[in-house]
Every structure is written in C-alpha cells, then in structure tokens.
C-alpha cells in the first residue's frame, strides 16, 4: 500500500506526525534550571532532596534513570511497600521483598532512607483490624511489628516514620483500633519499640495538615511537649505538605515549624506536592513554580528543618489524581518525564 504513494505525500504524512508528535509534547514552557535539586539541598547545608517511589514504578527505565540520580535524589521513601499489610499481610508473616528492593536501589546509589511506616490507621491487613484485641493483646502484636521491621532494616533507615496520622483534624486522636484499644498510648509503646531496635535510627510523627495555624499543629506540639516530658524517644515531626494550589502561608508554615523544633526535634517535608484543579494552565504552572519556592525556602529558613522529599517526582506516578477527581499535576516533572516550571520553583526555593 504504502508503494503506491507518491514521495510528496509520504513527506506531507511525514509533516502531519512531526507536527502531531510536536503538539502532544509541549506544553507551557517548561524549566530551564540544570541545577541537580539534591545537591543543591546539600550545598544549603540540608541532608537531602528525595522522592517517594514504589516497587511497581522500578520497571519503569527512563523513570529509574532520573530516580537513581543522586545529585537530583539523595533520599528514598517507599511509597507503600514498608506499609504493614505489606509487610504482616499474616500475624507473625513476615514480607520484606518490596522493602529490600527499594532499600537496594538506595544503596546502590548512596541514597539514604526514610522508612513509611509502622504504625498507621490505613493499609492495615483484615487480622489486625478484625479481631477485639485486649490491651496486652495488641501492645505485643504493636511491639513484635515495630521490632520485627526495624531490626530487619537495622542500620539501613535514617528515618522512620514511627506513627503516621495519629490526629484529627480537630486535634483530637484519630480513633483506630490502636488509640480505641490503648488511649494514645499506642504511640510511646511504638515509639520505645522502634529505639530499641534501632537506637540509631530517627524516629518520627507524620502528618497531614500541620502546615496551617489551628487545633491539629497545637495538638502536635502538646503531643511532642508530653512525649518529651515523658522521656519517650521522638527525634522529628514530618510536614506531609500535600498542597493545594495557591494555598501556601510561608509566614503559618514557618512559625509552626518553629514551635516543634523549639521542643527539640527536628522537622522534615516529607510528602511535598502542589495539586491544581484541571486542566492546568499556563498560569497555574507558574503559581505551582511560586508555590514551590515558597515551601522550599521555609525549609532553608528553619535550621532543623533536615530535608525536603516529594510524593514522588512526577506526575505519571502520583497519587492525586486517584483520590482527588478532577486535580492532578501535582508534581515537578510531567507526566512524560518532562521538568516543569515547579522544578525551577524548587530551585529558586534550595537557593533562597
Ligand atoms: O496492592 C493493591 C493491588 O493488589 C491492587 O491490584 C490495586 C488495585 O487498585 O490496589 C493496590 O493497592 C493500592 C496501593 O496504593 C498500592 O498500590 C491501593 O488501592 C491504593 O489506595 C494505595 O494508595 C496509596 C495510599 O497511600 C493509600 O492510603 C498510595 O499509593 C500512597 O501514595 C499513599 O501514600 C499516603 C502516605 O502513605 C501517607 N500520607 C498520605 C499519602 C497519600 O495518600
């Protein structure tokens, strides 16, 4: 068939796929920053700039080729594959072949680790959930998990988080089976269970929604100032900083970050990203750079504020839009692997 054709038309045909190929891959313009984001983390005097990932990206080559790039990436969180129904789908069953594989992939590269995590309301397997443990019950089922995962990556995990979502946005305790079972004293038994098993390892409390004034940042700092009080380990408190366009307060976020670390622990941005309502357009994608900048820098301007890790880097691989309908483009690279302006964002923001 294709014989037939004369050569001014197959240059034409060829004309028309240039151009389609062209129109399908730009978009507003996108960064012109090459500075690599980890080193210049680093050169700020920060430990790191990383990415979350999870194990069914790794296939995924051009994706890895960025990721493993340890000027752009110096920190790995795994997405879910540390999470306890990956990790005890069974009471005392143990799997940790998604874990090492991520834990491998940092060590190859001279990444470090932040572990995610131990103990959470969310991805839990049916056998915790389904049965009315006694107290004793679950304080052993809680220490054999944290002791069994922590000693397992003993010596491989910076950071743990220990504890994720433990509030309300109120401020008052999530009720789980862990709190409804044990009063928030799920929370030091966890706590003491991670130190002893790795005294190394930085433990932490992840949470959503402590970058704004309000009851949740105050009742984190209570919960800091009582943890302390009681001599329980707590080394950090981690910002998620799931962001809406737009919605960024440097002056809220800075000051809230100061009355954790004034208790004497250090604070991390740990789930960074900038979600727009869709389609995006030109203007969003500079408001998102702007947004970038802002949170970044607020990080530079906290001394124990230690690094910045985003819920991974890019839009393909991101979990906004699954469960925000109708937001998406969250991320620094597009979904084509591509930088956009956030990425000069976050640039501006490390250099600030
Ligand atoms: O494992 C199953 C798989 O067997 C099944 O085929 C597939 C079909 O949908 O689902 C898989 O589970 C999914 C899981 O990710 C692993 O891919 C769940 O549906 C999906 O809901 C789950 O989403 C994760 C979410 O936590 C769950 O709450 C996201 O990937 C993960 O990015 C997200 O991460 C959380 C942090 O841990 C805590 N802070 C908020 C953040 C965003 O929700």
């Given at each position: 068939?294709?014989?037939?054709?004369?050569?001014?038309?197959?240059?034409?045909?060829?004309?028309?796929?240039?151009?389609?190929?062209?129109?399908?891959?730009?978009t507003a313009?996108?960064?012109?920053?090459?500075?690599?984001?980890?080193?210049?983390?680093?050169?700020?005097?920060?430990?790191?700039?990383?990415?979350?990932?999870?194990?069914?990206?790794?296939?995924?080559?051009?994706?890895?080729?960025?990721?493993?790039?340890?000027?752009?990436?110096?920190?790995?969180?795994?997405?879910?594959?540390?999470?306890?129904?990956?990790?005890?789908?069974?009471?005392?069953?143990?799997?940790?072949?998604?874990?090492?594989?991520?834990?491998?992939?940092?060590?190859?590269?001279?990444?470090?680790?932040?572990?995610?995590?131990?103990?959470?309301?969310?991805?839990?397997?049916?056998?915790?959930?389904?049965?009315?443990?006694?107290?004793?019950?679950?304080?052993?089922?809680?220490?054999?998990?944290?002791?069994?995962?922590?000693?397992?990556?003993?010596?491989?995990?910076?950071?743990?988080?220990?504890?994720?979502?433990?509030?309300?946005?109120?401020?008052?305790?999530?009720?789980?089976?862990?709190?409804?079972?044990?009063?928030?004293?799920?929370?030091?038994?966890?706590?003491?269970?991670?130190?002893?098993?790795?005294?190394?390892?930085?433990?932490?409390?992840?949470?959503?929604?402590?970058?704004?004034?309000?009851?949740?940042?105050?009742?984190?700092?209570?919960?800091?100032?009582?943890?302390?009080?009681?001599?329980?380990?707590?080394?950090?408190?981690?910002?998620?900083?799931h962001y809406i366009l737009g919605?960024?307060?440097?002056?809220?976020?800075?000051?809230?970050?100061?009355?954790?670390?004034?208790?004497?622990?250090?604070?991390?941005?740990?789930?960074?990203d900038v979600r727009i309502e869709l389609p995006a357009t030109?203007?969003d994608l500079?408001q998102q750079?702007?947004d970038?900048?802002?949170?970044?820098?607020?990080?530079?301007?906290?001394?124990?504020?230690?690094?910045?890790?985003v819920w991974d880097y890019t839009d393909k691989y991101s979990w906004i839009p699954a469960s925000f309908p109708g937001y998406g483009e969250a991320c620094p690279w597009d979904e084509n692997?591509v930088?956009k302006?956030a990425?000069?964002?976050?640039?501006?923001?490390?250099?600030?």
């Amino acid at each position: 068939m294709i014989f037939s054709l004369g050569f001014a038309t197959l240059l034409s045909l060829l004309q028309v796929a240039t151009a389609q190929t062209t129109t399908a891959t730009s978009t507003a313009p996108g960064a012109t920053s090459t500075v690599p984001l980890n080193y210049a983390a680093q050169a700020a005097g920060k430990l790191y700039f990383g990415s979350a990932t999870d194990n069914p990206e790794l296939t995924d080559v051009p994706y890895v080729t960025i990721l493993n790039d340890t000027a752009m990436f110096g920190q790995l969180t795994p997405g879910n594959s540390m999470k306890w129904d990956a990790i005890e789908p069974e009471q005392n069953v143990f799997n940790f072949t998604g874990g090492d594989q991520i834990v491998a992939l940092a060590e190859g590269t001279g990444k470090i680790m932040r572990g995610h995590n131990l103990v959470w309301y969310s991805q839990l397997p049916a056998w915790v959930t389904a049965t009315a443990w006694t107290a004793d019950e679950l304080t052993s089922i809680i220490q054999t998990h944290v002791t069994t995962e922590v000693s397992h990556y003993v010596g491989k995990i910076y950071a743990w988080d220990v504890i994720n979502e433990p509030l309300n946005d109120n401020g008052t305790f999530r009720s789980d089976i862990f709190y409804d079972t044990l009063g928030s004293s799920y929370i030091s038994i966890a706590l003491r269970a991670a130190r002893a098993a790795d005294p190394n390892a930085k433990l932490y409390i992840n949470e959503y929604n402590l970058e704004y004034s309000g009851p949740k940042i105050d009742a984190m700092v209570q919960l800091v100032s009582d943890l302390k009080a009681e001599g329980v380990p707590i080394d950090g408190i981690g910002i998620e900083s799931h962001y809406i366009l737009g919605e960024v307060s440097a002056s809220e976020l800075k000051a809230n970050m100061l009355n954790l670390t004034s208790l004497g622990v250090d604070v991390a941005f740990t789930e960074l990203d900038v979600r727009i309502e869709l389609p995006a357009t030109d203007a969003d994608l500079e408001q998102q750079k702007s947004d970038y900048t802002t949170i970044v820098s607020v990080c530079m301007e906290v001394a124990d504020c230690v690094g910045v890790t985003v819920w991974d880097y890019t839009d393909k691989y991101s979990w906004i839009p699954a469960s925000f309908p109708g937001y998406g483009e969250a991320c620094p690279w597009d979904e084509n692997l591509v930088k956009k302006p956030a990425y000069d964002g976050i640039v501006a923001g490390l250099q600030s």
